[in-house]
């Protein structure tokens, strides 16, 4: 079993739906998870950091950790087709800075 | 602008041969990594530095060198001990401590003639 499972979809949705991207994960020391973007050909795009439990927002993106359930979520408000990408998850243990662990990505298609 | 530079976007290998994968950042970031990217298989660490002259195995070091001489450069060498070396490589950098993130390049694509 994978560390972190990622849905790889495709995710298809039409501009101006909200999207709801997903991760779980198994390890409970898991402290600090980050949300990226990456494009076709394009190296990963940070879009969000967090540490606590709870939500965070940074205007159309809004980031989500429940560690009772070891479950992350990020959610993309008023979708454009310039949000069709892979969504990565990543995340690490407070005891190890240097090693985040990714899931496999999701792919997201936003039709016009 | 500041930011992660990795050259060449792309990359072909003849059997035998070992290449080596350029990283260089200007962000005055302490810690370097390398990543290999695969196809429905998210990201897998090669090697990491956090300070020059120092460096450590990542999970899939076998067929890769690194070295680190200076904070800006970070080359990655796939030696002729890697027998699948098809992938996209991915270079990244953070401050130093403290479980910052880690930003980007945009990837070497090597392939095998």
């Known amino acids: 079993q994978k560390e972190v499972e990622q849905d790889p979809g495709p995710l298809s949705v039409p501009e101006g739906a909200i999207v709801s991207l997903n991760c779980t994960y198994s390890?409970?020391?898991?402290?600090?998870f980050m949300w990226y973007r990456q494009y076709s050909r394009k190296g990963p795009e940070l879009l969000m950091y967090t540490y606590s439990s709870g939500n965070k927002e940074d205007g159309r993106f809004t980031a989500q950790v429940d560690k009772s359930s070891k479950y992350i979520s990020l959610f993309i408000r008023d979708s454009q087709p310039s949000d069709s990408a892979t969504y990565l998850c990543?995340?690490?243990?407070?005891?190890?800075?240097?090693?985040?662990?990714f899931g496999s990505g999701t792919r997201l298609l936003v039709r016009p | 602008d500041g930011g992660i530079t990795q050259s060449p976007k792309y990359l072909f290998r003849k059997e035998g041969q070992n290449v080596t994968l350029s990283c260089e950042q200007n962000?005055?970031?302490?810690?370097m990594y390398w990543y290999r990217q695969d196809p429905g298989q998210g990201l897998r660490l090669i090697y990491y530095s956090q300070i020059v002259n120092d460096f450590q195995k990542g999970d899939i070091a076998e067929g890769y060198s690194v070295s680190r001489e200076k904070k800006e450069s970070f080359p990655l060498t796939v030696t002729s001990a890697q027998k699948n070396p098809t992938a996209f490589y991915l270079c990244?950098?953070?401050f130093g401590h403290g479980n910052q993130p880690q930003h980007f390049g945009d990837g070497t694509r090597l392939s095998i003639l």
């Open positions: 990543a995340m690490t243990p407070m005891d190890s800075s240097y090693k985040l662990i």
């Open positions: 990244a950098s953070s």
């Open positions: 962000l005055n970031h302490d810690a």
């Open positions: 390890n409970s020391a898991f402290q600090y």
